[in-house]
């Protein structure tokens, strides 16, 4: 059994913490102290081992000291003992059952209410005995009684409390480096430690441990006493044990999967295992002459935030405890009784949670949480989790029957809003809101519910149908203003029409539906447009959708943004074509990319003067404004499947006819549903746009030259023509973007990257043009431009098989270049021109440029985020971080050359 370095050390924190709590929650149950110790080691050895929360640290805890101590004044200790190994029967029991994840359906108001109930009479009883004094039977007798222990102080007990107190209080606010070094240590160890100092030291005369013999321990006995009240016992102690062991056990899984970076998987709790390991550990503890045993959500963090790893941490713990408990006795009968009853106190007192209680008056449970809490502290815990489940269903049932339906008039619009769930029992009210609708009115019924029964859908129809038979229009809309269902005629579009919006409020959606045709002609040459489906009204809906819904979202944000400037940083150039959204596919948000659009996705190369009816300057001066004045860190070239651009250089170059995309491309799309394809390409030159096209020849001549390099897809050749050229285009324009002085610059100092992407519209998938260097066209010099993951070979160069993507994706984030077992695609076949073979081969002359996505076995999709370090912020790490993730590495026959940049 190898044991990490990180869990010893885990194990000694935790050990640490848990030394005196288990003394101070035996003293407060007045169990014996070693019941305490016993009960510790045996959920760290035990349930450890057995439980199904590697992470997770078990031992007596405190929300069990209110409803122990009552069993050992009503039964005695013995016959406690015994309850607690019936409890953990019990526990085995409802784990073969397998109903662990039932316990999770406990309104969370409920349980939190539990806790605070029980911290309440915890912190009550203790401060009795922080006074001096004892503690009464219960909560309100602790209550009535304090007047009269304020009136007789004992000051040597009420000093060594006040010191663990402010010890406990202050340590975790130490400031500074020393400060920071020393919370290391446990508060409660510190606090217990300075106290016994204090008392030792001082001279102080209070009560102290007594730990007596381990031969005079007591164990379980035969149960004695009323049947139903050993059974409550067992129901208590099985129902407190088991609901917090479960829901700290969530806890410690949340914790885990927030860790930054995890360098080894920490599996999943398994919570029926979780539960029989925890009733293994209270009949174990039971058998023994130990206190219940549970999952305690304090040791549980410490164990996680001291970087445990496995299990191993929790039973070291456990191994610890018995150590302790046989040699450090003579130490352990130093340690003053105040010092453990405050210790106790605070953290009854830190039961009572702020943020839980914050939490539930924002989900309106106060009233649940507060009757929990009632009932918990003046009946008992049974009663008063009893009476919370009763609240929780009225409550439930409350906001089920109760809904609120108002009718509103706007500028001849009639809105009718319905607040909650639309059952029967509101149907009598729904239609007389409804009825007194004029006819013929345009409505807006806006459900705010997540149930809707039979009746009032029936309800709701057939008024929709009378309504519209009158000439009237109804649209029905959620909260959020997405519409459900519209009449157009006499067809009613289907809910089903919200089904493809899984990212933004979108309705320029078809379900998988076209179009047939193209909108009617009007007589006057315009075109005719719905009366529900015109752009005006989507753009008017879309906009009014995002100030009611987004807005309040990211409003934050953007003024954040307004005040401190935009600092991209990356310039992203990419397509007009309207099906490109690059929000969407490299998951950005405001102030994250700086992004230039035109046709084809072009940039113009420097030099050109101004006046020349082929210059364009706006390229460029987006280009330079991104390099020298936001001093973005990487610039990316994105084509994209099917576009009109290219297929209208195709066309213009006479070599339509040879083109299969005519028919279809690999998508079974026509290409010509491109915004330029087809007969309506301009000819070049006459237009605007067959001006603009010029700027893509350079593509074109790179596509017909049989000594440059192709590209490929990862896995397969391009599908036609249309398709090389898009993909062509990409390489082509990184070579000019190289030529502009502002990036040329920002190569040469090592400070901008760039990158090349190609996004297939029918595929939804992203692709990233790889090679190992990126080389300029004529130059003798390799110029490496950028990470190896993104950049391309530009020389010359005989094709060559592609590398998988796992490779790709550990290149970029500077990983050992990764293999996959997939099989290598054969070469592309030779240009059918002569290769001139006197000419020199370049060094570079057994590459190829290659596009790679990440669709290999070990590789993650594009699109999913990596996870990020707790110092980046998100949307502002590097592009790929949002488009790629790595795969672990593996060795490569060759490593890459050029530069490789860590993106993470």
């Known amino acids: 059994m190898h044991v990490r370095g990180v869990d010893v050390s885990a194990s000694i924190a935790v050990f640490l913490i848990a030394l005196p709590l288990s003394l101070g929650i035996a003293l407060a149950t007045s169990a014996p102290l070693q019941a305490g110790l016993v009960a510790a080691a045996v959920g760290g050895l035990v349930a450890g081992r057995l439980g199904g929360s590697p992470l997770q640290v078990s031992g007596p805890a405190a929300g069990l000291t209110l409803v122990t101590a009552d069993l050992i004044q009503r039964f005695g200790w013995r016959t406690t003992c015994a309850i607690t190994v019936l409890a953990g029967l019990a526990q085995l029991g409802l784990s073969l059952l397998r109903v662990a994840r039932s316990a999770l359906a406990v309104s969370p108001a409920i349980v939190h209410g539990m806790l605070a109930g029980i911290g309440v009479t915890i912190a009550l009883a203790q401060l009795h005995v922080v006074l001096g004094g004892t503690p009464q039977s219960s909560a309100v007798a602790n209550v009535l009684g304090l007047p009269a222990q304020l009136a007789d102080l004992h000051p040597a007990a009420l000093s060594v409390s006040l010191v663990t107190i402010a010890v406990l209080l202050l340590w975790p606010r130490l400031g500074g480096r020393i400060g920071h070094a020393l919370r290391k240590a446990p508060a409660a160890l510190v606090a217990v430690g300075a106290a016994t100092l204090l008392a030792v030291l001082g001279g102080i005369a209070v009560p102290r ?18 049947v139903l009240g050993i059974a409550t016992g067992v129901l208590t ?29 920490v599996p999943r709790s398994d919570l029926d295992r979780e539960l029989a390991g925890q009733g293994a550990a209270n009949i174990v503890s039971g058998a023994l002459g130990g206190l219940p045993v549970a999952g305690v959500a304090v040791r549980s963090v410490a164990n996680v935030s001291a970087g445990a790893m496995s299990r191993h941490s929790t039973m070291l713990h456990g191994l610890w405890i018995v150590l302790a408990a046989l040699v450090l006795v003579p130490v352990l009968d130093l340690i003053p009784l105040p010092a453990l009853a405050a210790l106790v106190m605070v953290i009854g007192v830190q039961m009572v949670s702020i943020t839980r209680i914050r939490t539930v008056t924002r989900h309106r449970e106060a009233l649940v949480y507060a009757v929990t809490v009632s009932g918990v502290v003046l009946i008992g815990i049974l009663e008063g989790v009893a009476l919370g489940i009763l609240v929780a269903g009225g409550t439930a049932m409350h906001r089920l029957t109760h809904t609120r339906i108002t009718r509103e008039t706007e500028d001849g619009l009639q809105r009718v809003r319905v607040r909650g769930q639309l059952t029967f029992l509101a149907v009598p009210r729904l239609s007389r809101a409804l009825h007194q609708i004029p006819p013929g009115a345009r409505v807006v019924v806006e459900l705010d519910g997540s149930f809707m029964d039979h009746a009032a859908y029936e309800a709701l129809q057939d008024w929709q149908t009378a309504h519209t038979a009158r000439g009237g229009r109804v649209e029905m809309t959620g909260r959020a203003g997405v519409r459900i269902g519209e009449r157009s005629g006499r067809s009613v579009r289907s809910v089903r029409s919200t089904c493809c919006r899984p990212w933004t409020p979108w309705r320029n959606h078809h379900c998988g539906t076209h179009p047939a045709s193209a909108p009617e002609e009007t007589a006057g040459g315009g075109r005719a447009t719905g009366q529900t489906g015109g752009g005006g009204y989507q753009l008017a809906s879309g906009i009014s959708s995002f100030q009611r819904d987004t807005a309040p979202l990211v409003r934050e944000e953007l003024a954040r943004l307004a005040r401190e400037g935009q600092r991209p940083s990356q310039l992203f150039l990419t397509c007009s ?5 690059t929000s969407m596919i490299t998951a950005s948000g405001p102030g994250d990319l700086f992004t230039v659009r035109n046709v084809g996705n072009l940039v113009p190369p420097p030099g050109r003067a101004s006046g020349d009816e082929s210059g364009d300057d706006s390229v460029a001066a987006a280009i330079e404004y991104a390099v020298d004045v936001l001093h973005v860190q990487s610039i990316t070239i994105c084509g994209h499947s099917g576009c009109g651009a290219m297929q209208a250089l195709l066309d213009a170059d006479g070599d339509a006819d040879d083109t299969p995309a005519a028919d279809g491309d690999s998508d079974g799309n026509a290409v010509g549903g491109g915004d330029w394809a087809g007969d309506g390409a301009p000819a070049a030159g006459t237009t605007p746009l067959g001006r ?38 990409v390489v082509q324009q990184l070579e000019h973007l190289r030529a502009h002085p502002s990036v040329a610059r920002g190569l040469a100092l090592g400070t901008l990257e760039l990158h090349g992407m190609y996004f297939h519209v029918g595929e939804a998938q992203a692709y990233l043009l790889t090679g190992d260097q990126v080389r300029g066209e004529g130059t003798e010099e390799a110029v490496a431009v950028g990470a190896v993951p993104t950049g391309a070979v530009m020389g010359d160069a005989v094709p060559r098989d592609a590398v998988p993507a796992e490779a790709v994706s550990s290149a970029h984030t500077g990983g050992a270049p990764a293999t996959s077992g997939a099989e290598p695609h054969s070469p592309r076949p030779p240009h059918p021109e002569a290769r001139d073979d006197s000419r020199p081969p370049r060094p570079d002359a057994d590459e190829d440029m290659r596009v790679e996505d990440t669709r290999g076995t070990d590789a993650r999709p594009l699109g999913r985020e990596p996870d990020r370090t707790p110092d980046q912020a998100p949307g502002r790490g590097h592009l790929f971080d949002r488009i790629t993730a790595s795969s672990p590495p593996t060795a490569q026959p060759s490593p890459p050359r050029g530069r490789v940049t860590h993106s993470n």
């Open 577 to 581: 074509d309207s099906r490109v959204v």
């Open 692 to 729: 603009w096209l010029r700027h893509g020849k350079p593509s074109l001549l790179r596509l017909r030259d049989g000594h440059r390099a192709g590209v490929r897809l990862a896995g397969r050749q391009p599908a036609d023509a249309v398709e090389q050229l898009c993909l062509t285009n």
């Open 237 to 265: 102690i099985t129902l407190v044990t088991s609901v917090q062991s479960l829901l700290s056990a969530v806890a410690v899984d949340k914790l885990v999967a927030a860790r930054p970076d995890p360098a080894t998987h």
């Open 209 to 226: 441990v007594e730990l007596p013999s381990w031969s005079s321990h007591a164990l379980p006995g035969l149960p004695e006493g009323p």
